[in-house]
């Protein structure tokens, strides 16, 4: 029997796997588990882990470290790659804000964590570490410890047993916030929903109206003349013109009393059904989409086809060819104006209007095959990993030891880049929302696994000598900034509930508080607030960790 104690105890590449499927599956089973409607979820993963590495299923440090590292990237990294097609967008509408409130989370937790110093005398390189370990933040731990070593000659063990020690609760106070604001407001996710949908359709970017025409003084004149007149983007699908549907152009001529299918912008709708003459209510049939006998159709049809990736309009001349219009473009759930220098992605959904022919003609020229989505891109995935490592290592700034981004925050980076921008260098940025979906789990499950494993050994002995104190602490340091600011954030500066916990996950750059948020929320919003603060955050803690430091020297 010594191979069975042997590959629980014992070590070898048998036993690590093991203990991190062990760790997993007992920690996943274990967040199924509801206390009063309340669950921690995936973060149970991190307390199996404490438990069985104190009873000894520990595994090799760099094989752990590796494991927690590479959890992480795979974590962050598609959480990027979702969001990035809408990042900036979503940052001009409130993103300034969010980086604000964080911004005072980041300093608020420093002033606690001094104003502890002062009560309580705990030495500053301590209290550096349960900083650290209360906002789940190991870059600024790392920085901490080299920066002291790099100044004082000497390694100061307290910082990492500080973090250990403060990390678990770090977590669940995390959490807790979200859940405590949650009650304590009154949050109605009904609300937030119609919040939500009523400041989506505000900031959508393409709207569909129906306009009677009635301008004389642009009376027969061409599409394309009108367009250059009023300089705004619009697309004219359909013209209705003494009872006929007809398929609109850039040469097509508009007349009194002509009923126009206009595709523009929201926020210029209003301007140009001034433009054009006064609007009508027309629904979907009435345009001929669902008129079996009418020559004109409208499809969506997905882009599939590789070698459409990174091409403009202008290039693929689909008018010219086949005689249809373009006139959404939907990318990441967003509609899009289609004008001639628009580059289109895999992924995306084109609203094709035409004849049943021509129309048929486009899709097999865009692909419009499900099947061919289902295939992984994993050289974008990797690439950008790389990119992303090597960005993360950069030193930024030096004081005294240099500040970078770190495995997380360049990979982040980078694919967020990547997923706004990766056409232009020709990569496949589509992802499936299952796929994308088992990779984040699988990236937040080894993180949390390797954490736990790590902590386990030491994390009883520090509570006995006295390092229950620091619990306390760290769960001060945790809570009371976020509660602050969640507080003025949400009655003063109106945030919804869902952004809300992505700016808590962010603030604190904690992967556990995000899949927690994810679940809760059902949506993207907590990931796009996660996104929008974490590289600024990243950057704050990792500084004010080592200037933090310099006051104990």
């Known amino acids: 029997?010594?191979?069975?104690?042997?590959?629980?105890?014992?070590?070898?590449?048998?036993?690590?796997?093991?203990?991190?499927?062990?760790?997993?599956?007992?920690?996943?089973?274990?967040?199924?588990?509801?206390?009063?409607?309340?669950?921690?979820?995936?973060?149970?993963?991190?307390?199996?882990?404490?438990?069985?590495?104190?009873?000894?299923?520990?595994?090799?440090?760099?094989?752990?470290?590796?494991?927690?590292?590479?959890?992480?990237?795979?974590?962050?990294?598609?959480?990027?790659?979702?969001?990035?097609?809408?990042?900036?967008?979503?940052?001009?509408?409130?993103?300034?804000?969010?980086?604000?409130?964080?911004?005072?989370?980041?300093?608020?937790?420093?002033?606690?964590?001094?104003?502890?110093?002062?009560?309580?005398?705990?030495?500053i390189p301590t209290m550096v570490g349960i900083l650290s370990g209360?906002?789940?933040?190991?870059?600024?731990?790392?920085?901490a410890q080299q920066a002291y070593a790099d100044a004082s000659g000497i390694q100061?063990?307290?910082?990492?047993?500080?973090?250990?020690?403060?990390?678990?609760?770090?977590?669940?106070?995390?959490?807790?916030?979200?859940?405590?604001?949650?009650?304590?407001?009154?949050?109605?996710?009904?609300?937030?929903?119609?919040?939500?949908?009523?400041?989506?359709?505000?900031?959508?970017?393409a709207e569909k109206v129906s306009v009677e025409f009635t301008n004389q003084m642009l009376d027969g004149r061409t599409v394309a003349y009108m367009r250059d007149l009023i300089n705004r983007q619009f697309v004219i699908s359909r013209i209705l013109h003494d009872g006929e549907i007809l398929m609109a152009d850039a040469d097509s001529r508009i007349h009194l009393g002509d009923r126009?299918?206009?595709?523009?912008?929201?926020?210029?709708s209003e301007a140009i059904v001034a433009f054009f003459g006064h609007g009508v209510e027309m629904d979907d049939e009435q345009w001929g989409n669902n008129t079996p006998h009418s020559e004109l159709i409208s499809r969506r049809i997905l882009i599939t086809k590789p070698s459409i990736n990174g091409k403009k309009?202008?290039?693929?001349?689909?008018?010219?060819?086949?005689?249809?219009?373009?006139?959404?473009?939907?990318?990441a759930g967003m509609d899009l104006i289609p004008y001639q220098g628009l580059e289109l992605q895999v992924g995306d959904r084109v609203m094709v209007v035409g004849n049943e022919k021509a129309v048929?003609?486009?899709?097999?020229?865009?692909?419009?095959?499900?099947?061919?989505?289902?295939?992984?891109?994993?050289v974008t995935i990797f690439v950008g990993i790389a990119l992303g490592v090597l960005l993360g290592s950069i030193p930024l700034l030096n004081v005294p030891q240099p500040v970078k981004l770190g495995l997380a925050g360049g990979p982040l980076i980078v694919a967020i880049l990547i997923g706004r921008f990766g056409t232009h260098f020709h990569l496949v940025t589509y992802t499936t929302v299952s796929a994308n979906l088992m990779l984040r789990e699988i990236g937040i499950a080894l993180f949390?696994?390797?954490v736990g494993i790590g902590a386990?050994?030491?994390?009883?002995?520090?509570?006995?000598?006295?390092?229950?104190?620091?619990?306390?602490?760290?769960?001060?340091?945790?809570?009371v900034p976020l509660l602050i600011v969640s507080v003025v954030a949400r009655l003063w500066l109106k945030m919804n509930y869902y952004t809300l916990m992505g700016l808590i996950a962010g603030s604190t750059t904690d992967p556990p508080a995000l899949a927690y948020a994810n679940a809760t929320a059902g949506n993207d919003m907590p990931a796009v607030g996660y996104s929008t603060v974490y590289p600024i955050v990243m950057f704050l803690r990792v500084l004010t960790a080592q200037i933090f430091i310099l006051f104990a020297l």
Request: with cysteine; hydrophobic share 50%.
């Open 313 to 331: 309009f202008s290039d693929l001349r689909l008018r010219t060819k086949y005689g249809i219009t373009i006139t959404r473009v939907n990318r």
């Open 1 to 123: 029997m010594d191979w069975f104690y042997s590959l629980f105890f014992g070590g070898g590449i048998a036993h690590a796997v093991l203990t991190f499927a062990l760790v997993i599956t007992i920690g996943i089973l274990l967040g199924k588990i509801k206390i009063c409607g309340v669950s921690l979820g995936i973060t149970w993963i991190l307390f199996v882990g404490i438990l069985l590495s104190h009873c000894g299923m520990t595994v090799n440090n760099e094989v752990r470290h590796f494991v927690q590292e590479f959890g992480l990237i795979l974590f962050v990294f598609s959480i990027g790659l979702q969001v990035g097609p809408g990042f900036f967008s979503s940052f001009k509408h409130g993103g300034m804000t969010l980086v604000s409130c964080a911004t005072a989370i980041v300093l608020l937790g420093v002033l606690t964590a001094y104003v502890i110093h002062v009560a309580t005398g705990t030495p």
């Open 456 to 479: 386990g050994s030491g994390f009883v002995d520090a509570i006995v000598d006295g390092g229950y104190r620091w619990i306390g602490y760290g769960f001060i340091i945790t809570v």
């Open 448 to 450: 949390l696994a390797a």
């Open 156 to 205: 100061d063990t307290t910082i990492a047993m500080g973090y250990a020690v403060a990390y678990p609760l770090g977590v669940v106070g995390i959490i807790f916030t979200m859940i405590f604001i949650r009650y304590a407001l009154r949050v109605r996710f009904e609300k937030e929903d119609e919040d939500l949908a009523r400041l989506t359709n505000e900031h959508k970017l």
């Open 260 to 268: 126009l299918c206009v595709i523009c912008q929201s926020e210029d």
């Open 360 to 378: 048929k003609q486009v899709a097999d020229v865009l692909g419009n095959s499900l099947k061919k989505l289902d295939h992984p891109n994993l």
């Open 134 to 143: 209360a906002v789940t933040n190991t870059p600024g731990l790392g920085a």
